[in-house]
């Protein structure tokens, strides 16, 4: 029963024991502790307030076969008990270890399954952090680069970080980044580019202006010379006389035609009085060319903008005029087979 004193070897682990126990209630063989640590066993049976004598004899004896009860141990214990019919002897046997002992290897177990399973767990969700961070972060540069690029920034560039789909996509966006730096005109280029524009055609309107009122109005004030001499000469002949002052009048008349045209080309009454001014006189050559009459009214210090604000409004005025002049009827007809109105002035 005491395993010759190998209790571990046997499966006794450190705590484990088996022992018999007589029909009186007394021990049949000795315990593991009084063996393994005799002298803490009789502290222990003191403490327990065991008869002196008891403790005398089992002192005496070396053994507590016969003499003690089986102890209550202060741990629980896992129990196992067995009835034992030996030559007619009626005993029990049992066998005990300690509860925590005997429960170690499934704690140790749980404990290892929770370690693993922690440690899957963490590993998952950093997998499924990193899959999220790989698939997000090229989406999310992409996202800022079409944003940078919607507000103009052509010279906005992706650093490609791998050669799946998202690298090829980064690869596409600098393609893209790149034709539109080539062939996109930011807004200050296209109004530098259309001041440029203006610019060139004004002094071209300045030029052929001079050259219509330096050499064409002169010439024709020569003719026109030349035609009322002819016709003071031609007093004598009503026809020829007749003949030579419809050539003045032509003359002048397109000496006029020419002079309003070279005004029109480049004025000057924006240089010379300011944009109001030549507002002004623009409308009231309108009317007097045959359009309806215009109101001008300006409120600011527009004479203060700048000499390219000006002449951009004054063409814009002056080309609005133009189009009325040239279509100055509305037609409306407000179904088909009705009737047809027609306003014009």
């Known amino acids: 029963m005491t395993a010759d004193h190998r209790w571990s070897e046997e499966g006794f682990g450190r705590s484990g024991q088996a022992y018999i126990v007589g029909p009186d209630g007394t021990l049949r063989s000795d315990l593991r502790v009084r063996i393994e640590r005799p002298e803490g ?42 009835t034992l019919q030996v030559a007619g002897f009626n005993w029990k046997l049992v066998a005990e270890i300690g509860e925590a002992e005997a429960f170690d290897p499934a704690r140790r177990l749980r404990n290892r399954i929770a370690l693993i399973g922690l440690g899957v767990a963490v590993a998952f969700w950093a997998t ?45 966006f600098n393609r893209m980044a790149s034709q539109l730096e080539r062939t996109t005109v930011s807004r200050a280029e296209y109004r530098e580019l259309a001041g440029r ?63 309003a045209l070279s005004r029109r080309l480049h004025p000057s009454i924006p240089d010379d009085l300011g944009l109001v001014a030549a507002l002004e006189r623009e409308c009231r050559a ?55 109105y027609r306003f014009a002035w």
């Not at 066993?41 to 003499?67: C, M, N, P, W």
């Open 128 to 172: 499924a952090a990193w899959l999220a961070s790989s698939v997000s972060r090229p989406l999310q540069a992409l996202t800022e680069g079409t944003e940078r690029l919607a507000g103009a920034d052509f010279s906005t560039r992706l650093e490609p970080q791998s050669n799946d789909e998202f690298g090829q996509l980064a690869h596409a």
């Open 197 to 259: 524009l203006i610019t060139a055609q004004e002094d071209e309107r300045r030029r052929v202006r001079r050259e219509l009122h330096d050499d064409l109005t002169q010439r024709l004030a020569a003719v026109a010379i030349q035609a009322g001499l002819l016709e003071q000469r031609s007093a004598g002949d009503p026809t020829a006389h007749e003949a030579a002052a419809r050539v003045k009048d032509s003359i002048a008349r397109l000496s006029g035609d020419v002079h």
């Open 286 to 340: 309108f009317f007097e060319r045959g359009g309806p009459p215009v109101d001008v009214s300006a409120t600011g210090d527009w004479n203060g903008a700048a000499p390219g604000v000006q002449l951009a409004l004054y063409r814009i005025v002056q080309e609005a005029l133009h189009n009325i002049h040239r279509k100055p009827c509305i037609t409306f007809r407000s179904m088909p087979g009705q009737t047809t």
């Open 41 to 82: 066993f009789y502290t222990e049976l003191k403490q327990a307030r065991t008869a002196a004598s008891v403790v005398d004899e089992v002192q005496r004896h070396g053994t507590a076969i016969l003499r003690l009860r089986p102890p209550e141990r202060g741990n629980a214990v896992l129990r196992s008990e067995s």
